[in-house]
Structure formats: C-alpha cells, structure tokens
C-alpha cells in the first residue's frame, strides 16, 4: 500500500531535474537584474493565491526570493501551481521585474524584485513540517533538536554555521601564512589525561583493550614536535565524558595549535593575530594589536575568578587586613573577607537583595552581608558590629560614598572568590553595566601549577600534566605544591574562556619529576605514558601550544545563546542525539564480536550494594 504521502507525491507530479541548472540563489537578485531571464530552485516558504495571481517566496539558505504566477503570462506555469504547498522543492524559470508601485519590500534583499514565472519543476513534495520555518518562531528545543534539517532551514540557523565555515577558513587562512601545517591525529586511542571522563571503543581484535576517543590531540601534538615538524594546527574533534552544564558539549571542536622553539610571549602573539583575523575576516571588526594580560593572582584578586569580564569595573576589593579585630566574628575568624562596591547600589530592594544572597550560595556562600551607604547613616544587619576604624578603614579600601551598597563575603578564599567573583558577574547584567558590541579579549598567566583535588585528597594539574612549571616553581614542585606556577595561560573574551594552553615540559627528568608530584608511581608513570616519557628522551624540543573552543568563540561571534546553536547536529544536556535516536542498544552478535556482555540490571544492583 503506497503511503498517504506516496499517492500525494504520485499526483502533484514531480519532475526530474533534467538539464536545469540554477543561475541565481534566492538571496541575490536585485533592480540591476531587471529584465534578466533566471532559474532559481528552493523551498517554498509561503503560497499566496491572490485572485488570478498567486505568488510564492522561494527561500535556500541564502535569502527568499518573491515568484508571482500569472494567468496572463504564463497561463500553463499559472494552472499547475495550485498544487504548491509550504516546503515543497521548486525549481523556477522566469524574469526579473521590478515589484509594483507600493509592493517593494525594504526588509529584504530581493525585496525590490519578483520574479515572473514562465515554466517551473515540482521537484519533490514536503509533508507538513513539525514547526514553522522562521528565526521568530521559537519551538521547544528538543522539538529543534529531533527535526534537525527542519530547523537548519531556519535562516539564523544557516546564517550561524555559514559563519562557523567561515572562521574555520580564515583559521586555515591565517595559520597557513604562518607556516602551520594541518596535520591530523588519530581518534582511536590512547587515554589522554586533560582531566575528564574518557569515552571508551572496545577493540573487536583484541578482546578486554579500549581504545579512548581523544580528550585533545595533547600527547600527538607534543609527538609531532619532537617528530620535528615545527608548527602543527588542527580544527580537531575532541570528547569528555562530562555531565553537561549549560555550555558543554561531549564532543566539541578545538583549533588546535603547538609550535616549536617557543615561548609564552610568541604562543601569544601567534594566537592574537589568530583573533584579529578572525574577527577581521568574519565580522570586519578591528581588534587591538596586542591584548591586555593579568596574571592569574591579580585576576582572582580584583575579580575573583580566572575568566574575568573586563568590560566592566566593579572590582573586589580585600578587607581581610582591616577587619581582622573586628567585633562582627564572622569577618574576625575568617581566612579572608572581601568586599564588592556597586556603585548606585543603595536602591536595591530588600527581595533583590535576597535573590543575590540565595545566587551566592550556589558557590558554597551561607549568605550574603551587605550595607547600604547613606549619608551618616551606615544601613544594614551587621553595621553595628563594626567599629569606626573598621568603617574608616573599609571606606577607604573599597572607595565607598552615599548611594552604593557593598556586599561583602567571609570564608575559604575559593568561596569568596567564586561567590563574589559570580555575583559581579550577575551584577553586571542586571545593571545594564555592559556596553554593546564591545569585545574584551584578556590573557590570564602564571596560573597555580596544580590545584587541590578535595575529593581525590591530593593535588592535580591545573592544566594538564605536560605543562611546564615556571623557572622558579621548578625546586618547590614537590616540596610546596600549592605555592608552583605554571607557564600556562588562558585567553579570555568578554568573560568566557576561549582558549588555554602552556609552554610544555620537553625533558623526561622535570615529566618525571611531575608525574612523581601528581602521585604516580614510576611503574604507574611508565604504564600510562611510558611511549612519551620516551619520546622525551629523542631530542625533545622545547615547545608549547594552545586550543580554543572553536564552538565556543563561534556562538560569541554570532551572539548566540547556546553552543548548540552554532553545531550542525548537537546533543542534549543527557548527551542524546534525538534525531538519530544515539546512544542505542546494538544487537547481542555485536557485543559478542567485541567479546563483551551486558551485566544483568538486578545483578547490577546487587553489586552496586556491595560495591
Ligand atoms: N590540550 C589542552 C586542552 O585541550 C590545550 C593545550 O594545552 O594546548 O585544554
């Protein structure tokens, strides 16, 4: 039985496409096309009968171009297009004329023009797609997400990954003038440590081994240094097994760049001339010749996190030192007190303020103090703990004057830091503090060498294990690890994090010392990364690299809201695909090749008791 869909195909009567061939898109004609005999082919946006006239606006992915049927002129072309609906596939012949007086449409590229049909194709049939096909309807995500190729024909959505093409290009541009080789690297292979989960493919040839899906070229890219070819880069696919927040992905792109016989200071400008063509190239935007840098200390310090938005002040301010007698226990006690000045701030509400201090204890804050700074009058719950020489004091160090409201947090610096450093953040939104179209690139450097894994018990790379310590943090590597830096640094843009690399270890002994550090053994070291660890002793030359987040700075530059927006086929926050229906059960024969076999799920639980 031929489907209800079938029997329409069957009687609108498509046509193949023969020797038709387009000779305009439908975002491209204009009154200089006047008069011009064209073939366009599309989709059809919207159908229109319009007494003896009917039109219809074609769209691809460049633009909609307006068609009009007319008795008059083409009686045959005119009787056949009643059959037209919403996305079926047109391929149309005809002239270009002028739209009548009054008609033209202003908003639209083509809007000057119609096209005059003479002949035209019904190339395929549509059934009644799931939504609209408009960047102003908004259906659910998931509904987007399970109809993929309907929502890619969104014009926004086109115009997002045409962008992303276009960036990619001019990566491949800017890095091939500067003598990068595109190389790529495998991805079946070995664990590599960036600190996530990895996704593991059973090997059918050797039964009970896994390869790893590369968590970053890191291990390959270092080889090909010591392999020596000088300057590597790729646009290369990278997977963590992560539980997903808002902005993550469990495959993401990196550009991905090392090159040889270098320093921090030409990693930096390499990737500065990386961003200015970019952003030259992409959205014609000139950006500085060189960026601003912070070390990672003044970063946390003045904005208490590592990816500080710049575009706006509202700096923290330390106040553990004049508080440290205070009356008020909770900042006498604490390991630090810091201070947030919004300017203007004394006008919040009361619930405002109480929707800030449950946003803090998100980052582990109990709440937040605040003071509203009137004239004579300090106003707030803890102001009358605080003797005179604190409020001099902490008026002073947060350069406070009536109208402002402070807000203050006393603990662990990483609470403070992270409570604060969020709240300003948000502050900055909600207060409209955030001029448009400004775009604040920001190197952060000189980051902690490793950082303190509570739930491990034990220090772990900051960045990853192959980053090199700085030259003073090579004695304390092992003695103090939470006083060594690394030569790593971060790239910034208006306060998210772009990109990060490191200039590297390149000798065995310091890798050793490092793994040594982390808490390998030797054998451990060895069993892991015993093929780098000797690679290290082949004339390792010194280098260094970095990745950005190609998904990442693609939705900025497109000022989407989701790095979703900007991949062609995303997953969703529970890493589903739901148009192909991945991850799914595979056949018991499969499993049995890869000499695997699915544990029962009551056994499951049983041992998940006694684990
Ligand atoms: N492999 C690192 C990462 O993916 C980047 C780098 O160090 O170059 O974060």
């Not at 059809?44 to 007319?70: E, K, N, W």
């Not at 609906?85 to 000057?112: C, H, I, Q, Y």
């Not at 301010?317 to 201070?339: E, L, M, N, W, Y």
């Not at 060498?449 to 491990?456: I, P, T, V």
């Amino acid at each position: 039985m031929m489907s209800e869909h079938g029997q329409r195909e069957e009687k609108a009567g498509m046509q193949p496409l023969g020797d038709w061939r387009r000779s305009h898109t439908c975002g491209q004609l204009t009154l200089a096309d006047n008069g011009r005999e064209v073939c366009l082919m599309g989709w059809v946006q919207y159908r229109r009968d319009h007494g003896g006239l009917i039109f219809v606006d074609l769209r691809d992915r460049h633009g909609l171009t307006q068609a009009v049927f007319s008795p008059d002129i083409a009686p045959e072309a005119h009787a056949g297009a009643h059959v037209i609906r919403s996305e079926f596939v047109l391929a149309l012949r005809g002239r270009v004329r002028p739209r009548p007086e009054g008609m033209a449409n202003p908003g639209m590229p083509t809007g000057d023009v119609e096209v005059v049909v003479l002949d035209w194709k019904l190339l395929n049939t549509a059934k009644t797609p799931p939504f609209q096909i408009e960047d102003r309807i908004e259906a659910g995500e998931n509904l987007r997400l399970q109809w993929r190729y309907i929502d890619l024909r969104r014009p926004r959505m086109a115009a997002n990954l045409a962008l992303r093409s276009r960036m990619a290009l001019a990566v491949r541009q800017e890095l091939a003038d500067q003598g990068f080789l595109e190389i790529e690297t495998p991805i079946l292979t070995k664990s590599t440590p960036e600190g996530a989960r990895d996704f593991l493919v059973p090997s059918r040839l050797n039964h009970g081994d896994f390869y790893a899906l590369p968590q970053s070229p890191q291990l390959f890219k270092q080889l090909l240094m010591i392999a020596g070819l000088d300057r590597y880069f790729q646009i290369a696919r990278c997977f963590r097994d992560e539980d997903l927040r808002a902005d993550r992905q469990p495959e993401f792109t990196q550009i991905d760049i090392e090159m040889s016989f270098a320093d921090e200071n030409q990693v930096m400008d390499m990737a500065e001339a990386l961003m200015r063509r970019i952003f030259a190239d992409v959205l014609g935007v000139a950006l500085p010749r060189s960026f601003p840098r912070l070390t990672w200390e003044e970063a946390m310090l003045r904005y208490g996190l590592d990816k500080p938005d710049t575009r706006f002040g509202l700096e923290l301010v330390d106040i553990t030192g004049a508080v440290r007698q205070s009356g008020f226990k909770v900042f006498a006690a604490a390991p630090q007190v810091k201070a947030l000045r919004v300017p203007g701030g004394e006008s919040l509400s009361r619930k405002e303020i109480d929707d800030l201090t449950e946003f803090v204890k998100i980052y582990g804050a109990q709440g937040l103090a605040w003071i509203k700074i009137r004239e004579n009058e300090w106003q707030s719950p803890i102001a009358k703990f605080l003797s005179d020489e604190e409020k001099t004091a902490i008026t002073r160090l947060a350069g406070l004057v009536p109208g402002d409201i402070v807000f203050f947090q006393a603990g662990e610096p990483a609470m403070v830091n992270a409570s604060l450093g969020n709240l300003r953040a948000r502050l900055g939104v909600q207060l409209g503090l955030i001029p448009e179209n400004s775009w604040n690139f920001l190197w952060v450097t000189d980051f902690p060498l490793y950082e303190y894994d509570g739930e491990a018990k034990r220090f772990v790379a900051c960045h990853h294990p192959f980053t090199a310590p700085s030259a003073a943090s090579l004695e304390c590597m092992a003695t103090d690890p939470a006083a060594a830096k690394a030569r790593a640094y971060d790239l910034i843009l208006n306060g998210n994090e772009v990109g990060g690399g490191s200039i590297r270890i390149h000798t065995a002994a310091i890798q050793r010392r490092m793994f040594a550090a982390l808490g390998f053994s030797e054998a451990a070291a060895e069993e892991e990364f015993g093929f780098f660890m000797q690679a290290l002793e082949y004339g390792a030359p010194p280098h260094g690299g970095i990745a950005f987040g190609l998904d990442r700075l693609a939705m900025l530059l497109c000022g989407a809201a989701s790095i979703r927006d900007v991949i062609a086929f995303p997953k969703t926050q529970k890493a589903t695909d739901l148009l192909s229906g991945a991850p799914a059960p595979v056949a018991a024969g499969q499993l049995r090749e890869l000499g695997l076999r699915l544990r029962e799920t009551a056994r499951d639980e049983d041992m998940g008791a006694s684990d």
